[in-house]
């Protein structure tokens, strides 16, 4: 469990990106795309502040997603991500009012007990492992035929 802090704080990232995104894209209103206004638009877009920042923080969930995936498995660290759908679904209730009738609860349930059961399987890290090929695994190399 030495690298679920690390694991959390991408969840969090991630779930402050979209909530982010979603604030920005409120800001912008209905946005429609003419071959004459495209590239404006897609300027207005990006550099929304809320936009922006969403995007931004999408960067740096990505890189603490990285230096988990260089750590841990990727089989136990990637379902830890749906966990941000649980936080944005929450937030985009309070702050959004958007909807959270019975199914989306059932399904965060469904989602949160997921994890616990992937949480309680441990984890395997890549610290102090042997490399595969010095473990005699055979690894594929893309391009080439093996």
Request: charged share 10%; aromatic share 16%.
């Amino acid at each position: 469990m030495k690298y679920i802090l690390f694991i959390l704080f991408t969840v969090a990232t991630n779930a402050a990106a979209q909530l982010m995104l979603k604030q920005g894209m409120l800001s912008l209103g209905p946005l429609s795309f003419t071959a004459d206004t495209f590239i404006a638009r897609i300027f207005q877009v990006v550099f929304n502040p809320w936009v922006f920042a969403g995007l931004a923080t999408f960067v740096i969930s990505m890189a603490s997603h990285l230096f988990v995936l260089s750590k841990v498995e990727l089989s136990f660290a990637y379902p830890f991500l749906s966990l941000a759908y649980v936080a944005v679904a929450a937030f985009a209730y309070f702050f959004f009012h958007e909807d959270l009738n019975a199914w989306r609860i059932a399904g965060i349930g469904f989602i949160c007990v997921g994890t616990i059961l992937i949480a309680q399987s441990g984890m395997s890290s890549h610290d102090g492992e042997m490399p595969l090929e010095a473990a005699g695994a055979k690894t594929a190399k893309i391009g080439s035929a093996s």
